[in-house]
């Protein structure tokens, strides 16, 4: 049982660059969320999903799309990498309803120079 | 969803209980208190979770005030593993939307 798994882990882009950042869970959950931690600070929720073919923004949602074609399956995107979105990015999906819990995955560090 | 404090780092001595606290003064009915921790650079670990009674699990116990309005995570033994930062969380019944504060750097010393 993998769990949530995030594609790639590290990265080093460019300013301008694009790039799409994957997170796959297999625990059949309908809610998946992105979120972004710079240094010494907490998580901040990008976007995030209640379903298939749902998504809605967070807190800080500028510079950032994603999709949610398969249920299994959350991307996120940056069409245009900025200096400021170096950061580790974190995925995490739960089960429908309250008083459940979110799993995380990994992280993916992303640098943009 | 309500707004959390927590402080910024503890200490704790190993194989003593580590006591976490949190407020959570603007809480309504519906929201849960949840408890994460993060090792190093790793996802964040679910701990415990409640709503208004006292929760124990195999990790850790949660005491919520009767006023709801703060709460305190309890590692009965601590380890050097503990190390981490613990993060208390409050989010509806009905949407697991999680706003992460920043958290209680807890650091436990031989």
């Known amino acids: 049982n993998a769990g949530v798994t995030q594609t790639p882990k590290f990265r080093v882009l460019k300013t301008g660059q694009s790039m799409t950042l994957l997170c796959a869970q297999d625990m059949n959950h309908e809610y998946m969320y992105w979120y972004r931690q710079d240094p010494g600070m907490g998580l901040r929720l990008i976007h995030y999903s209640v379903g298939e073919g749902t998504t809605a923004k967070g807190e800080v949602p500028d510079g950032y799309n994603v999709s949610r074609l398969k249920k299994q399956n959350f991307l996120l995107g940056l069409e245009s990498a900025a200096p400021s979105q170096t950061s580790v990015y974190f995925c995490?999906?739960?089960?429908?309803?309250?008083?459940?819990?979110?799993?995380f995955g990994q992280g993916t560090r992303l640098t943009v120079v | 969803d309500a707004k959390t404090t927590q402080p910024p780092s503890m200490d704790c001595a190993e194989g003593r209980a580590a006591n976490l606290p949190c407020n959570h003064s603007?809480?309504?009915?519906?929201?849960?208190v949840y408890w994460y921790r993060q090792i190093h650079s790793q996802g964040p670990q679910y701990i415990i979770h409640?709503?208004?009674n006292n929760e124990t699990n195999e990790m850790a116990s949660l005491i919520i005030t009767e006023d709801r309005k703060s709460s305190t995570l309890i590692l009965p033994h601590a380890t050097l593993r503990d190390t981490a930062v613990y993060y208390c969380?409050?989010?509806?019944?009905?949407?697991?939307?999680?706003?992460f504060g920043s958290g209680t750097k807890l650091n436990v010393k031989p």
């Open positions: 603007t809480i309504s009915g519906n929201e849960y």
């Open positions: 409640g709503l208004k």
């Open positions: 995490a999906s739960s089960d429908r309803g309250g008083n459940t819990e979110a799993f």
């Open positions: 969380i409050v989010t509806k019944y009905n949407f697991n939307k999680f706003y």
